[in-house]
Structure formats: C-alpha cells, structure tokens
C-alpha cells in the first residue's frame, strides 16, 4: 500500500488541518485527530480521481522532515503522519470468505439496514480500517 506524508495541525478554537506538503492543493480537516487522518485518505482519493496523471511517487518521511516549512510547522507542534492510499481500479473480483455465523448474521442486519449489500459493507468497513 502507498502513503503520502501528511502534516497534521491544530490551532486553538480550530478544527484539526491536514495538508500534503509534496501534493499542493490537497487539504483536508476533522474535529478530532482521527477524524482528520480519515478525511485526509478520502482527500487523497478524491484528488488522484481527478487528476490521474497526477501521482507521484511518495517521498519519505525524511524528505518531507527536511522541507523548511515543515521543520517550523513541527516547531509549533504539528505531527506528520502517513496516509494511505488504496488505488481503487473500479474493477470487482469475486472473492470467498468466513465469518462466524453470528458475525455474518450482524454484517447482514447492519448492511440490511443501511441498504447495501453485504459486499459494499464488507468493503466499506475494510477500507475505513485500511485507512484508520
């Protein structure tokens, strides 16, 4: 799986921002830290969707520690955290899988009851996992 490095910030009487010092452009935020680092893959994904030829091999951790702006964004408290990118190729593959019988049964009624399938729920909750 491919991370982009992403500073995450917090001012007082603020949400928590999130921007992509190698990707311009893409910014993100989330009340709390988590929510930030969940909103920051969904921003990945939605900027990559748009700009396909866009993607640039991740730098490192390092590199971006080494850029000036990130170095006084640390300074003042900041946390740079990798992100992941899952590159979805809209293509499905059939795949067999187990689950205990009660777990199914709780997938099945909570999918039921969000109205999709028990795929779509099951590859939902594996990317908001992914992307914890």
């Known amino acids: 799986m491919i991370h982009y490095i992403a500073v995450i910030e917090k001012d007082p ?10 990707l311009e452009g893409v910014f993100s935020a989330g009340d709390s830290f988590d929510e930030a680092t969940r909103n920051a893959s969904e921003a990945l994904q939605l900027f990559f969707e748009d700009n396909p030829a866009e993607r640039p091999a991740p730098w490192s951790m390092e590199q971006v520690r080494a850029l000036e702006d990130v170095q006084a964004d640390l ?16 293509r499905t593959v ?4 187990t689950f205990d019988a009660g777990l199914l049964t709780a997938i099945d009624e909570e999918a039921k009851a969000r109205g999709i399938s028990r795929s779509a729920f099951v590859a939902s909750a594996s990317q908001a996992m992914l992307n914890a």
């Open 75 to 90: 300074a003042e408290g900041a946390t740079l955290v990798a992100i992941p990118y899952i590159e979805l190729t809209g």
């Open 94 to 97: 059939r795949a067999n899988l």
């Open 13 to 22: 009487d603020s949400a928590y921002g999130v921007s992509f010092p190698q």
